[in-house]
């Protein structure tokens, strides 16, 4: 849409010693937990054998069916397998193994408080990304971020656009793509270079920038959030990798929770270490 390559607004920030307000980033990004599912295309049910199978209950009764997409032609059974040439079916190693999902999106406050989590299937698409996101937020929308920092945030915003210019979305929150990832984007891209900036240097998003002082007196424009905090847990869960891959899916989704609230716990723990928490009046109403 034409409106999306022109300037945003440019915003005053507040005089010096004024309060800023409260201003809520989420940071999001995916993680390649290889959790079992059925074999077969568009299936997404969890495994009747978690150990050894390839199907769900639903199609039990393709065990004899070739795995191999798009062949899905009779096989004997996993124990004979017809021969190869000249190795004989019993030599023939197989291939066979269940299908897996593509990842977990983790969502979090820009602090490291988790906020949620959803499961990718085939690719970690912007349709996929945005429904997660929706069942995050549906239920509390005045609840929505001011931000949220993601690495392919230009693809989802424009997903957005295209797909329903009228999203809650739009009024809420701002798009941006976190400073690690926005390094490699391409510098053509006028929607994500307008629109997706985590430090627009030009007032449009005063919220994003600080300007601090060091100790030589020199102001120097930093910026006003941590966007790698999911990398961070991303980086927390490999340990628990292995454990994972074998759950069943109640398992799976019971103990991605408890790990969010163990590391909800540590994070809470950093910050009061460092003396950051918030006054136990924060909450409260007129405030």
């Known amino acids: ?11 005053e920030a507040p005089p010096e010693g004024v309060p800023r307000g409260y201003v809520r980033l989420s940071v999001m990004d995916g993680k390649s937990l290889k959790h079992k599912i059925c074999t077969l295309a568009d299936c ?14 639903t199609h039990l009764d393709m065990r ?19 021969p ?4 004989p079916g019993h030599k023939v190693v197989h291939t ?13 406050w820009a ?18 990304v945005l429904s997660i996101l929706d069942n995050i937020w549906d239920d509390h929308p005045e609840s929505k971020p001011g931000f949220i920092a993601y690495d392919d945030t230009c693809d989802l915003l424009r997903h957005i656009v295209t797909q329903d210019p009228t999203s809650g979305w739009l009024e809420s929150t701002k798009f941006i793509v976190d400073a690690w990832h926005y390094i490699g984007h391409r510098a053509t891209d006028v929607l994500c270079r307008l629109w997706c900036n985590p430090a627009p240097t030009n007032g449009s998003q005063p919220d994003l920038v600080l300007t ?35 759950m069943t899916d109640v398992n799976f989704d019971i103990f991605i929770h408890v790990l969010f609230l163990l590391f909800a716990e540590l994070t809470e723990r950093r910050i009061a270490k460092k003396g950051r928490e918030l006054p136990d009046d924060f909450w409260e109403e007129g405030d």
């Open 96 to 108: 066979f193994r269940a299908g897996t999902i593509y990842c977990v999106q983790t969502v979090q």
């Open 84 to 87: 190869l040439q000249d190795t």
């Open 1 to 11: 849409p034409p409106h999306l390559l022109q300037q945003p607004v440019q915003q």
């Open 111 to 128: 602090c490291g408080i988790p906020v949620g989590w959803g499961k990718c299937y085939k690719s970690e698409s912007s349709p996929q």
């Open 64 to 82: 004899n069916i070739c795995g191999i997409i798009p062949c899905g032609r009779p096989i004997r059974f996993m124990g004979a397998l017809p």
């Open 212 to 246: 601090e002082v060091d100790d030589d007196g020199n102001s120097h424009a930093t910026r006003a959030f941590n966007t790698e905090t999911a990398e961070q847990l991303n980086s927390w869960l490999d340990s628990f990798e292995a454990q994972l891959s074998q």
């Open 44 to 57: 997404q049910e969890p495994l009747v054998n978690y150990k050894n199978g390839r199907f769900c209950e």
